[in-house]
Structures are given as C-alpha cells and as structure tokens.
C-alpha cells in the first residue's frame, strides 16, 4: 500500500486562500481567507496523523480524506465556509493521490454534506454516534466512491498551463503570430499559439516540460508539476453550483 499524500495546514489555507479570492465567494457569505480560531484548524488538520506512537490511525485514502474533511467541516476554525473549504479540500486531496470520485452526483455530494453537518450519515450497524463513528461513516461513504485515475500528463487550457510554468519560474515572451516562446533558465522552447485561451494537447504538454527540464527524468514528476492552485480552479468551476449550494449550510 502505498503512502497517503496528506494535504499539510499551509495547503489547506490555500484552498481557502483560492477560494476567498474567487467570484463565487464574493457572491454569497464566506467570511476572511484567514481562519476566526487557528487553533481549530490546525487540529482539524492534525487528525490526519492521529497515531499510537507507532502507526497511524489513518492510513488508507479514504481514511485520511475522511478525517480531513469531517474536521474542517466541523471544527468552524473559519466563520462562514467551511463545508465549501472542507469539499475543496477533499477532491484536491484526491486529486493528488491520483483519484477521482465516480458515480457521485452533484445532489449526492450535497445530500453527503448535509447529512454530515446535521449528524444524520449512517452509521456502520451497531456503533454508537460520536466523532469516531463519524469519521468511520465519512471514510465509507468516500472508499464507495473513488477510483484511481492513470498518472501522467494530461492536456490544459492555455491558461492553466501558462499558471502552472510561471509558478515553476518560467517566462513568457509576446505571442508572435501562431506561437509562443517559453523560458526557464536557458533553456527555451516554442508553443503554438492559435488563439487567446485553447485546449493543449497531452503530446504538446510533455515536449514542454522536457525541453525546460519539468519532466519526471529531471526530477518533476506529474504530481509534482500540476500547479496546485490551477486544481481548486479546475474543482471550483466544475462544481460552481454545489459551492453556491453548500452556502446554505
């Protein structure tokens, strides 16, 4: 079983970081980026290295992103939002260990939240309600739902793709007609340029990364180069009407 990649306090403050920055927070209460208690959230995070002294608690992924979630959707560390950031943070959490939820409807991930924040999920047969319980019912209802995705590239918009390098030290030249030049460091590469935002494809996005040293046999490997930032983006967009949904609770 390979080791659960387990989002860290700083990276959870950037999911709300992002998230406060974003239009669709602006539309509906969500209160400040910062949390109102620190110490809430740094317990809620903290749960996912829960141990005896000799094993984790939590070493499975949905038993990980379990507990991420339930703590920062229950400990309120911030003063509005946080179902909104603890959602966030479960698909990046998932998205990092190369995993993906299926079969999971927009109306189900609302129903999961809200039934979570009410104390209403089931419980396993015979276990009496309390965090423990909680956390066990959350992880089973994740462990359901998730499927490993392959690892490697895959394509971006422009947009997306221009974020990522520019927060791995890359510059951009002007576009000159249908191109674009590309440097980091000394070393440079041309990417065709068709129009303002478009779809880039897998094949385009490798040659990149390997002729400015971004590829797994200079060190960076797809996890690695996948900007974290572009993946709130990527989750917000694709869930615009859950976040404004979550609001309500």
């Not at 539309?27 to 949390?35: C, D, R, V, W, Y």
């Not at 965090?131 to 992880?139: L, M, P, Y």
Request: glycine share 6%; net charge positive; aromatic share 8%.
């Amino acid at each position: 079983m390979s080791e659960v990649i387990r989002l860290s306090e700083e990276e959870v403050l950037r999911i709300r970081r992002r998230l406060a920055s974003i239009d669709l927070a602006k539309q509906s209460t969500f209160g400040g980026a910062e949390p109102a208690y620190p110490d809430r959230l740094a317990s809620a995070v903290a749960r996912q290295w829960t141990s005896n002294g000799t094993a984790y608690k939590y070493r499975r992924l949905a038993e990980v992103a379990g507990t991420l979630f339930y703590g920062v959707a229950m400990s309120h560390a911030f003063e509005n939002g946080n179902k909104r950031t603890a959602m966030m943070a479960l698909f990046v959490q998932l998205d990092r260990n190369r995993n993906i939820l299926i079969n999971t409807s927009e109306q189900d991930l609302y129903s999961f939240a809200e039934q979570v924040a009410d104390h209403r999920l089931a419980l396993p047969n015979g276990m009496n309600r309390d965090s423990d319980s909680e956390v066990i019912a959350v992880s089973r209802w994740i462990r359901a739902r998730i499927q490993p995705i392959p690892t490697g590239d895959r394509h971006m918009r422009f947009t997306e793709l221009k974020s990522t390098l520019e927060a791995l030290g890359c510059t951009f030249d002007g576009p000159d007609k249908n191109y674009v030049k590309i440097h980091r460091g000394s070393a440079s590469v041309s990417l065709g340029y068709p129009k303002q935002d478009y779809d880039v494809a897998v094949n385009e996005i490798k040659r990149v990364r390997k002729h400015l040293s971004l590829d797994a046999g200079h060190g960076v490997d797809a996890r690695g180069f996948y900007d974290f930032e572009s993946s709130v983006d990527r989750f917000v967009e694709k869930h615009t009407e859950l976040m404004k949904r979550l609001a309500d609770l």
